[in-house]
């Protein structure tokens, strides 16, 4: 005891959060536990026993710096657990309760508002830091320059080929620069830890990114991760290339993986195509560019240039073509690799070369032919496709076996889908109609 009064008046609510160790101040702040015997004071000591029957002794240093606990139910090893810290809670400050317990009051009635006084208290703080929240990106937002590059790599994995570099299953990495606007020095993530405080679209790009474990002052984003912070740069528009030099080039153009044989004839080689209607197709090579799987799957190329993967791309046989896109083909086995390969990534949106290039009867392009037949409102239809050898159903199911050479089964698909029934019963409609006028204009002649 000093002689400026008890230690229990100069309890405060912003020291307390610092004495009591913050996890134990929010805890005690948001508990509705309440007193099974109301605060005493005992010689020095503060006395008294929750709801939960963990009976609490409270002390205080002479210095009136610390909190010393004991309870019943806790093993706090320092300071007082959340029970002396509810308790140390409910008597900061002038509160009913400790003007009861000092000056004389019905403390049992004090202590029995208690736990209503920290929900108040509670709410109230809660308030505080969610409209912060809500307000902070409009209002003094930081106005930061952010970079990316896949090719800035850590040190340990410097220098090797991409193949090996993908044996981790997290997929491919993406590094991300944050500097002051206008300013030279890069900024680490814990001098800007608070994303709050970012414009909205910069906190959509580094939503995802991580700390970098290496030290540098770079942010990371991996696998899907990175694909969904490189769709959040693309929408963004205002993201720089490695080094801030230029913005980053996101084309319209799409590109899917093309599966060609290598120019000595012993290897099967996987690359990618960009398909553009006017300028053709143009390969990148898997060891010239990124490639990020996810909702949104982009390649990114060595040179700077970032596509958008065709949306009908199987990623996982992508993800499978990156990691080991030359295939050795041992002397004779040409021909069966290329029957395997067309049975195995027909569908997968892959481009595969021609199949003579394989050694393979060329596939002949047939004719499809809609044959109707019966009533006006009754008819029957059926799909051909004409080769020159004869003619294949496609409604029926059994036609579309495997093992017939030379059957060009993708354009077969796409024209079984074209005709599918509820297509067909669409266009007939015009046809219908068509035939009624001309019934019509019979009847009237
Ligand atoms: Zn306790």
Same mark, same amino acid.
């Given at each position: 005891?000093?002689?400026?009064?008890?230690?229990?008046?100069?309890?405060?609510?912003?020291?307390?959060?610092?004495?009591?160790?913050?996890?134990?101040?929010?805890?005690?702040?948001?508990?509705?536990?309440?007193?099974?015997?109301?605060?005493?004071?005992?010689?020095?000591?503060?006395?008294?026993?929750?709801?939960?029957?963990?009976?609490?002794?409270?002390?205080?240093?002479?210095?009136?710096?610390?909190?010393?606990?004991?309870?019943?139910?806790?093993?706090?090893?320092?300071?007082?657990?959340?029970?002396?810290?509810?308790?140390?809670?409910?008597?900061?400050?002038?509160?009913?309760?400790? *003007?009861?317990? =000092?000056? !004389?009051?019905?403390?049992?009635? +004090?202590? #029995?508002? $208690?736990? @209503?006084?920290?929900? &108040?208290?509670?709410?109230?703080?809660?308030? *505080?830091?969610? =409209?912060? !929240?809500?307000?902070?990106?409009? +209002?003094? #937002?930081? $106005?930061? @320059?952010?970079?990316? &590059?896949?090719?800035?790599?850590?040190?340990?994995?410097?220098?090797?080929?991409?193949?090996?570099?993908?044996?981790?299953?997290?997929?491919?990495?993406?590094?991300?620069?944050?500097?002051?606007?206008?300013?030279?020095?890069?900024?680490?993530?814990?001098?800007?830890?608070?994303?709050?405080?970012?414009?909205?679209?910069?906190?959509?790009?580094?939503?995802?990114?991580?700390?970098?474990?290496?030290?540098?002052?770079?942010?990371?984003?991996?696998?899907?991760?990175?694909?969904?912070?490189?769709?959040?740069?693309?929408?963004?528009?205002?993201?720089?290339?490695?080094?801030?030099?230029?913005?980053?080039?996101?084309?319209?153009?799409?590109?899917?993986?093309?599966?060609?044989?290598?120019?000595?004839?012993?290897?099967?080689?996987?690359?990618?195509?960009?398909?553009?209607?006017?300028?053709?197709?143009?390969?990148?090579?898997?060891?010239?560019?990124?490639?990020?799987?996810?909702?949104?799957?982009?390649?990114?190329?060595?040179?700077?240039?970032?596509?958008?993967?065709?949306?009908?791309?199987?990623?996982?046989?992508?993800?499978?073509?990156?990691?080991?896109?030359?295939?050795?083909?041992?002397?004779?086995?040409?021909?069966?690799?290329?029957?395997?390969?067309?049975?195995?990534?027909?569908?997968?949106?892959?481009?595969?070369?021609?199949?003579?290039?394989?050694?393979?009867?060329?596939?002949?392009?047939?004719?499809?032919?809609?044959?109707?037949?019966?009533?006006?409102?009754?008819?029957?239809?059926?799909?051909?496709?004409?080769?020159?050898?004869?003619?294949?159903?496609?409604?029926?199911?059994?036609?579309?076996?495997?093992?017939?050479?030379?059957?060009?089964?993708?354009?077969?698909?796409?024209?079984?889908?074209?005709?599918?029934?509820?297509?067909?019963?669409?266009?007939?409609?015009?046809?219908?109609?068509?035939?009624?006028?001309?019934?019509?204009?019979?009847?009237?002649?």
């Amino acid at each position: 005891m000093t002689d400026a009064g008890h230690w229990l008046e100069s309890l405060e609510l912003h020291t307390l959060a610092r004495a009591a160790g913050q996890r134990n101040f929010e805890l005690a702040l948001e508990s509705t536990v309440g007193y099974a015997s109301p605060p005493e004071l005992e010689d020095d000591a503060l006395v008294a026993t929750f709801d939960d029957d963990a009976r609490v002794e409270l002390r205080c240093s002479f210095d009136r710096k610390h909190l010393f606990g004991r309870c019943s139910q806790c093993t706090s090893t320092f300071g007082p657990c959340v029970h002396g810290t509810m308790l140390a809670m409910d008597l900061s400050g002038p509160t009913p309760l400790r *003007e009861a317990l =000092l000056h !004389g009051g019905d403390v049992r009635e +004090a202590a #029995a508002e $208690a736990p @209503e006084l920290r929900q &108040s208290l509670h709410r109230e703080r809660t308030f *505080e830091r969610s =409209l912060r !929240g809500w307000l902070a990106p409009a +209002a003094g #937002a930081v $106005a930061v @320059e952010i970079a990316a &590059s896949p090719f800035e790599e850590p040190k340990r994995t410097e220098g090797r080929p991409y193949g090996e570099r993908t044996s981790s299953n997290l997929g491919p990495t993406l590094s991300i620069f944050v500097r002051l606007a206008g300013e030279r020095k890069l900024l680490s993530p814990r001098e800007l830890s608070s994303l709050a405080h970012f414009r909205s679209g910069d906190r959509r790009v580094l939503r995802y990114a991580h700390d970098n474990l290496f030290g540098r002052k770079s942010w990371q984003a991996r696998g899907v991760d990175a694909a969904l912070t490189i769709e959040a740069m693309r929408e963004h528009g205002g993201i720089f290339a490695t080094g801030y030099k230029g913005l980053l080039d996101f084309r319209r153009q799409t590109v899917r993986p093309r599966i060609e044989i290598g120019p000595d004839q012993t290897t099967i080689e996987a690359s990618w195509v960009v398909e553009d209607t006017i300028l053709g197709t143009a390969r990148i090579l898997a060891s010239e560019s990124v490639f990020f799987a996810g909702p949104f799957p982009y390649l990114w190329t060595r040179s700077g240039v970032i596509y958008r993967v065709a949306a009908d791309v199987d990623l996982e046989l992508a993800e499978e073509l990156v990691r080991a896109p030359t295939l050795p083909i041992p002397p004779g086995k040409m021909k069966d690799a290329g029957a395997r390969l067309f049975r195995a990534v027909r569908g997968r949106g892959v481009e595969l070369s021609a199949p003579e290039a394989f050694g393979l009867t060329p596939i002949e392009t047939p004719r499809f032919v809609l044959r109707l037949s019966g009533e006006p409102l009754s008819l029957e239809g059926q799909l051909v496709a004409v080769y020159r050898a004869g003619e294949l159903s496609l409604f029926a199911g059994d036609v579309l076996r495997e093992g017939e050479d030379g059957r060009d089964r993708e354009g077969e698909t796409q024209a079984a889908v074209r005709h599918s029934w509820i297509h067909v019963a669409e266009q007939l409609e015009s046809v219908l109609e068509t035939v009624t006028l001309r019934g019509n204009r019979v009847i009237a002649a």
